[in-house]
């Protein structure tokens, strides 16, 4: 047996935000952001965090979690309440800029991290997977289907354990006006699908 098989999610989570395993790569410096209890009904998984993030040390502390939480139909208290919402983005850290945009998440994050941090999660509901590196992980039998069809196909389906999600990024605002359908037709599913999973929401009858 591995010594940190039984390691309790507190005394993992101190190992991961002291984590200096890609220090040479970000530019900014090794800072993970990240919210996880194990009581956590509901996951979110990002790509990596934002120049902003970093800043702050919040995660969706930016213009794309005012989208999140507003397609989710939480307020910002719930949000950022771990023992309700896990934020575990595939990168913890962030990662840089590219030449349209932020980086990939770094590639070494995700295996080293993630499997140990999800075991430890066993009250996660639903899961929200956003964007392509969070479809690949979560989704991997539809890794290359196109992101439309692997939003409708997850949000449609009432039972589904993992909702595939546009990026909330403003960057996206092309995808969405090419796709109206889904704030039209499946974001009040995606909405009903997490108030039904978050027992405050359900106990106070309301998503707002």
Request: hydrophobic share 40%; charged share 20%.
């Amino acid at each position: 047996m591995h010594p940190h098989d039984q390691e309790p999610l507190d005394a993992l989570l101190t190992r991961v935000r002291a984590c200096q395993l890609c220090a040479a790569q970000l530019p900014l410096g090794p800072r993970p952001v990240l919210q996880a209890h194990a009581d956590a009904r509901i996951l979110i998984a990002g790509q990596a965090p934002g120049r902003r993030v970093h800043a702050s040390g919040v995660p969706f502390d930016d213009a794309s979690g005012e989208r999140l939480r507003m397609w989710m139909g939480i307020p910002r208290e719930t949000f950022y309440d771990p023992r309700q919402v896990a934020i575990l983005p595939m990168g913890f850290c962030y990662p840089g800029r590219g030449t349209s945009g932020d980086l990939p998440p770094r590639p070494e994050c995700a295996p080293a991290w993630r499997q140990p941090l999800l075991d430890r999660l066993p009250q996660v509901r639903l899961t929200l997977a956003i964007g392509l590196y969070a479809l690949a992980w979560h989704l991997p039998a539809r890794k290359g289907q196109p992101l439309a069809e692997a939003v409708q196909s997850t949000c449609a389906r009432p039972d589904a354990p993992v909702l595939a999600l546009p990026h909330p990024s403003p960057r996206n605002n092309g995808w969405l006006q090419r796709h109206p359908w889904f704030e039209i037709e499946l974001l009040p599913l995606a909405r009903a699908r997490v108030a039904a999973a978050l027992p405050t929401l359900r106990k106070n009858g309301s998503s707002a």
